[in-house]
């Protein structure tokens, strides 16, 4: 028997953002959209263009998505203009895009509070917005606004926006609990009644999670017949944050009730690519992933009760509801680990060294990462420091140059004229081939002046480094309080378009950053074959 | 009409303790306890007597509580012993207590393969083990391991198991989906069928949330006819979690379609402790509590973008799905870029600071929050530095202290026993009342260094800032490469429980980070009414 399609529609970049304290950079937002296409969801949803310089340029710097339809989100046309005299959406429907998404007020309450129109006029700005979309080569959606409230209060005029969208060539008319208060039955019900007016295969579900019921909800709402859902990468969104995509996708591909129903875009080799994903965004939103979420958490398949611990060793189904490895997770059971060995053997492969499975050095090695994540290195983020590692613990890796000391002072004080003014300065000593050289430079904080003055003069090796750029930094704090520990991830480049990312953990941030660019320039030397000295 | 009683049995200190990092001293324990019971649930599971010596302390400390059953765990009597004949469940027996939850295999492999006894041996040990319960002034309750796994491999025996505890007078009998994987739909159909054979008001359900839905899928259970609720404080648990009672009994409260049917034992005056509660748990769990928490979470009713805002302050039912206040919670109108003035002026009302709408300072105030927040500030996590500006441009501050300078070193640099060692070391020139004071402090990097020298000698006003203390501190590097902003945030405590965050932008970590610590000792100073100089 066929199955019946299902599909995701991601809107982390624009509903995502709605979140407290989250703030996307134009290159954050292209790297999260790479990861979503790679994930093989069948919208992204970019951003607003038009609302803000962030969304504009990337709309405007539209790449091509293998999988992925890029949708841009906007609002209908003002009432009291028509569509082609309306500047605002004039631009929506000018922007680089393979979808629309149009938001709009289904419930009477708002549409006479907040926009301060009739009812008439609503329904009329959303019919000549999804026209005037379907008559451009872009697919028309509609999110309904509060459609469950708006339901509640005034079911006819609910379902006559859901309908005058359908009506006009809408791809999918999306039903949004924006206030994320209704529980799963009620999901159930009001979708259904939908479904009669809206066909299924034309209806979404977009829920958020206010009473912990987001993907209940979503699940409620296919049940009724809605065949698009909409949610974000981590469940990020405002308040509690949207329907999580990260738990959706695979209770959607792994639960026979449902995948022996449905399919959805993602191949099970991507499905072992989310936990990945799901880490990337922590990664760019510099937060530490949440240990407990769902099928991506570190601790989801993770055992501390002894009875637990040998049962699963005896046999994972027991006390596990899916295999990890199916969602690029791990199994961790505190007494033992047995796939820490294979797990570095496919990282070395991956890198091109070889290493033979009996060799002893491979337990060195794996000691060794083991023993540095437990005090705060994370080698998943720092492929060119794990690299050095394994090919210091496998091999040789010659050593360029020593660092013999440094010294970095940062001084605020009254300049000449009476100002208050910073300044950073830093003093390196290295030895490259018995020669010690002493460099001194200045930046606009400690790291920076330590780095100009260690990539200052590296003798021989001066000339390998020239083109060394540091791309990006990041801090992270893991422990609160005096014991705290700092990692810093260093993101490098050269002029031939290599990238490169470093790590380094100190109590010190001064420390564990120069050990990371210590990495960076080390890594580029043997990147670029220096001879040893 | 008069509606059916729910049952809350809260097992954060049975259950909640397998999560990984989760360790509760005996102290903790009470402390949870009395909170648990202030809250009004029903049954608190203590722990297991005899299996560890908190536990076992535990009960041999048994309190008085108002509302809840103090509940023992613990397992069946062995297989091949009389009930009177097992010293373990005989410890258990007579272990101080108003309940004992035993839990048992429902599933005939794990009997197999776990137990390595018959399937009768197991439905003997449940049913004389229930008895000795019964004979005793204790309630007996019988938690189903596996039960929903084992109700699809053999039907027949799970509902045995559940009905031979029943028949010896279990008042509970709780059906466990111990590996999260069940789905709310197969729960309800399942839970249902049991209900055939164990009435309702005799049924229990009790999920993990492995796949999210452990919320959805005890509501599932309640419409199937459970009548007892099993959960954690904010969903503590092993792996993903329990199912989280933080969520389930505001829900329970305030959604008409479950208030109106039933009625659990918690009042609405301890309802608005349910905020408290939750944070009282993180406290001791020494962690943030999850911003995103729904209903107790600091941004569970925050809004961020514009219009919304505007209609939240207009009318808080359009974008709220509760009062916030019912769980002890407060609404949240952030100040963000893209929020306008009645953001500013939702967060002077929650602050307590008086100002009027048509106040011209107030413009300044948005004006410097803009202009800031494009530099890389980020107030919405900073309440304390946006009350300090906040309060500085619309009255008076006392400039309590100045500083005049200061001086940061970290070296790194052989000692005298030929080891690589790093000093960190900071001096600090304060002005207060005409008198100067230059201190000096060291500390394991540059930041400490300098807290340590800036916190050392404020004159007249160290005694106010004696007990401030530095929880937490967070680094975020806003921009790539050479244009980087750095941005710190440090969260402070004192001694009578305040805790407060402030935030320091500039492309120089130290200066980014003084700003943040000075905001943070001026917050305190004002806080406890230092008196100007």
Same mark, same amino acid.
């Given at each position: 028997m066929s199955k019946e399609r299902l599909y995701l529609f991601d809107t982390t970049l624009r509903d995502g &953002?709605?979140? *407290?304290?989250v703030d996307f950079s134009l290159e954050d937002k292209l790297l999260i959209a790479e990861t979503l296409d790679a994930l093989g969801v +069948?919208?992204?949803?970019?951003g607003y263009p038009g609302a803000n310089p962030v969304d504009t340029a990337l709309f405007e710097n539209k790449r091509l998505y293998?999988? @992925?339809?890029?949708t841009a989100f906007g609002m209908t046309k003002r009432a009291g203009r028509s569509v082609s005299n309306d500047p605002g959406f004039q631009d929506l429907l000018n922007a680089e895009c393979d979808a629309i998404c149009l938001v709009a007020k289904t419930w009477d309450y708002h549409v006479r509070v907040? %926009?301060?129109? $009739?009812n008439e006029e609503n329904l009329d700005a959303i019919s000549q917005s999804i026209r005037a979309i379907g008559e451009t080569d872009r697919e028309p959606l509609l999110d309904c606004e509060h459609f469950f409230d708006g339901y509640k209060a005034d079911k006819e005029y609910a379902l006559a926006c859901a309908k005058a969208a359908y009506d006009e060539g809408a791809r999918w008319v999306v039903l949004c +609990?924006?206030?994320?208060?209704? #529980?799963p039955t009620e999901i159930e019900d009001i979708v259904s009644d939908v479904a009669k007016v809206v066909p299924g295969d034309h209806l979404g579900i977009h829920t958020h999670n206010d009473t912990e019921n987001a993907v209940a909800n979503t699940l409620a709402g296919i049940r009724a017949g809605a065949r698009q859902v909409q949610g974000t990468l981590n469940g #990020?969104?405002?308040?509690?944050? =949207?329907? =999580?995509l990260t738990s959706i996708i695979p209770t959607l591909m792994l639960k026979p009730e449902l995948a022996d129903r449905f399919e959805i875009g993602v191949t099970p080799a991507q499905l072992r690519n989310l936990t990945h994903a799901s880490r990337v965004l922590d990664e760019i939103l510099n937060r530490a992933p949440?240990?407990?979420?769902?099928? &991506?958490?570190? $601790? @989801?398949?993770?055992?501390?009760a002894g009875i637990h611990a040998s049962a699963i060793l005896k046999d994972p189904a027991t006390y596990e509801h899916i295999d990890p490895e199916l969602v690029g997770n791990q199994r961790r059971v %505190? &007494? $033992?680990?047995?796939?820490g060995k294979s797990n570095i053997l496919g990282e070395l492969e991956r890198l091109g060294i070889k290493a033979s499975k009996d060799d002893p050095r491979l337990d060195t090695l794996l000691a060794e990462v083991k023993s540095r994540e437990a005090t705060g290195y994370a080698y998943e983020g720092a492929d060119a420091s794990f690299e050095l590692l394994a090919r210091r613990t496998l091999g040789n890796v010659p050593r360029f140059f020593e660092v013999d000391s440094f010294r970095v002072m940062v001084e605020r004080r009254h300049n000449a004229v009476g100002e208050l003014v910073t300044i950073s300065e830093a003093t390196v000593k290295v030895h490259v081939n018995g020669e010690s050289m002493l460099s001194v430079g200045e930046g606009n904080g400690p790291i920076n002046a330590l780095d100009t003055a260690l990539r200052k003069d590296l003798g021989k090796y001066q000339a390998f480094i020239e083109d060394l750029e540091l791309v990006d930094y990041k801090v992270r *704090?893991?422990?609160?309080? $005096? +014991?705290a520990v700092t990692r810093v991830l260093v993101e490098s480049r050269d002029r031939a378009g290599a990238r490169w990312f470093t790590v380094g953990v100190s109590p010190n941030i001064v420390d564990a950053s120069f050990e990371a660019l210590l990495d960076s320039i080390n890594y580029k030397l043997i990147r670029d074959g220096a001879p040893a000295p």
């Open positions: &953002v709605q979140t *407290i304290g +069948d919208y992204i949803e970019g293998k999988n @992925a339809k890029f907040a %926009l301060g129109i $009739s +609990d924006t206030n994320g208060g209704t #529980l #990020l969104g405002e308040r509690c944050g =949207n329907a =999580n949440d240990r407990h979420a769902p099928y &991506v958490g570190e $601790s @989801a398949f993770a055992t501390k %505190l &007494v $033992s680990n047995q796939g *704090i893991l422990t609160g309080g $005096s +014991d």
